[in-house]
């Protein structure tokens, strides 16, 4: 388990709520906390185009109770784990994301999802006119060294078939301008 998935264990995952009224997120996080759009998009346009994907492991395991059961999934089944950094400008990582693929998802036109190398996800899903998407919900993570991470995570459907995205918004975030 990566530093980054530490973050995600199931003690720091018990206090998700509406991220539209994460009230008690400072100013700056509000706006990516809630944005329903594509974070690939805006990142790009915080990084003047600087934007890349640094894919930290993909592999077949069975997502965190707490996942599953937003999954609608039974227990202990097994998911396509990717864990990646979206990095901006000068190749800095501001998100760690974690995306939570059930087998079934990755059936049909969704196979592609399991190949997508250095490319973020979103930049296939939001061009997909299928794609629908839960409510975000946000939350306050803390590590081990009592360091505290925002982060939202929301089911998204392609073609009626789920996967959940949990993206966490790292320190160097702290001073990228929301783009408008």
């Known amino acids: 388990m990566s ?23 400072p100013r700056h996080w509000r706006p990516w906390l809630q944005d329903s759009g594509s974070l690939t998009q805006r990142l790009t346009r915080a990084a003047r185009g600087e934007f890349a994907v640094r894919v930290l492991s993909q592999r077949w395991h069975a997502p965190t109770p707490d996942e599953a059961r ?10 396509l784990i990717r864990e990646v950094e979206l990095l901006g400008r000068q190749g800095t990582p501001w998100v760690y994301a974690r995306s939570v693929l059930p087998a079934s998802t990755l059936t049909g036109r969704e ?6 190398g250095n490319r973020s996800l979103g930049s ?4 997909d006119p299928s794609l629908s998407r839960s409510p975000l919900m946000a939350s ?10 925002w982060a939202r995570r929301s089911v998204f ?3 009626d078939k789920p996967l ?8 160097a975030m702290e001073h990228v301008q929301y783009p408008l």
Not at 8 to 19: E, S
Not at 111 to 116: A, F, G, H
Request: charged share 20%; glycine share 4%; with cysteine.
């Open 3 to 25: 530093a980054r998935s530490a973050l995600l264990n199931p003690l720091n995952l018990k206090r998700w709520t509406l991220a539209e009224g994460a009230h008690r997120a």
């Open 70 to 79: 937003a999954l609608g999934m039974p227990p202990r089944q097994l998911a």
């Open 111 to 116: 196979r592609r999802l399991r190949l997508l």
């Open 124 to 127: 296939l899903m939001f061009s």
């Open 140 to 149: 306050c993570l803390q590590d081990e060294a009592g360091c505290r991470y």
């Open 157 to 159: 459907r392609l073609h």
């Open 164 to 171: 959940l995205v949990c993206e966490v918004f790292l320190p």
